[in-house]
């Protein structure tokens, strides 16, 4: 049998989380195999992580792009099956909730190769959500399930899953961030985009909010209202951007649309901002140990964690204007005790387990 520990990563959120997994297991000598579904393809969407966080090449690119739901699953499954077989890694680490994982989960797990789940458990009890369906699906096929936070053992459980898979080994993403802590940098960031010192950030790209155009027109129209009191800067996403643009997102009267930034530009500029205004799932862990009061633009979060320990609200597109005034204007306070286990060791632990978990397996 194989030793090899394959891991799947397909869009940008994946990257970070996956690079301090990656590299603790290299430390430990760990045969490694890294799999890009090519889920997220632009430059700033994919390649300008792996050359940031010092990730190597993938040693398999499965150039799967976009699609509907069906049609893209579909594809990643067909590739991820070739692949697999292919390669017969020992077991499979899949991140997060984007389709890459899901889709990897379901071939891994049909294919008896043992699947390990990094930030399982996390819930929005909301299926109008593609991610809670992934997440749902991949805890239900995983055989190891790494959590990011406690409450996370509850939901398991709750489904009626083994708790003794699960293991509680904090937040990778934030391990890249207080890795990279030394390069991040503000001033520049603001002066090469033409940002003013005093700025609000906004990434928005939930299809709740981007894709329905009543909601999407309702979010436009409450960042210009923001943008009468401070300069947003809104790196924007490939998705919705040209139906926000319809709908009047554009440059001009305080408002900054700019491409995506690469990870130290972005996180740079959030670290300098007064206020992040989001509905990304990453945004409101890295603002929570930034410290960056943040508005996230949904109705729940799988994250409240970073309500009850962090820095994170959330707000309707109706509250977000009068939200932002009272950040601004230092009406509101924050919790100050940060989520346990988001100390920059979560790689390191996820590492443990699975060398572990593969020593069980007899791998
Ligand atoms: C995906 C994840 C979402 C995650 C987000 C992170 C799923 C179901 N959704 O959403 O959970 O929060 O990534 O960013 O997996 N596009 C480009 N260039 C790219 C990638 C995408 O132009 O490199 C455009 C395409 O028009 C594509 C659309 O964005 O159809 C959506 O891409 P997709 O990967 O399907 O979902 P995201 O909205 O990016
Ligand atoms: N991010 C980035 N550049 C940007 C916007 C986001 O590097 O222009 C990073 C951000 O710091 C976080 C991750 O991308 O680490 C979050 O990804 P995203 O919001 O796309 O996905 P989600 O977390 O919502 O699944």
Redesign the pocket.
Known sequence: MSRTVAHVVG???NFMKMAPVFDALAALDQPQLLIHTG????EK??DIFFRELGIPEPDVNLGVG??S?AT?TAALMTGLEATVLEHEPAAMVVY?????TIAAALVCAKLGIPVVHVEAGLRSFDNTM??EI?RRVTDVLADLLLVTSPEAYGHLADEGLDVDKVRLVGNPMIDTLLKHRARFDAAPVKAAAGLPDRVAVSTL???ANVDDPVVAQQIVDALKQVAKSIDVAIPL???GRQRLADLGLVSGDGIHVIDPLGYVDFVSLVSGADLVITD??GVQEETTILEVPCLTVRPNTERPITITHGTNRLVTPAELAPAAEAVLSGEVDFPTDRPPFWDGRAGQRCATEIVAFLDRLGA
Do not use: I, L, T
């Open positions: 869009a940008r959120p889920q997220h393809y632009d969407m994919s976009s699609g739901h893209q997060g909730d984007v389709n890459s593609p991610e992934n790209h939930r299809p996403h490939p998705r990304s799932g």
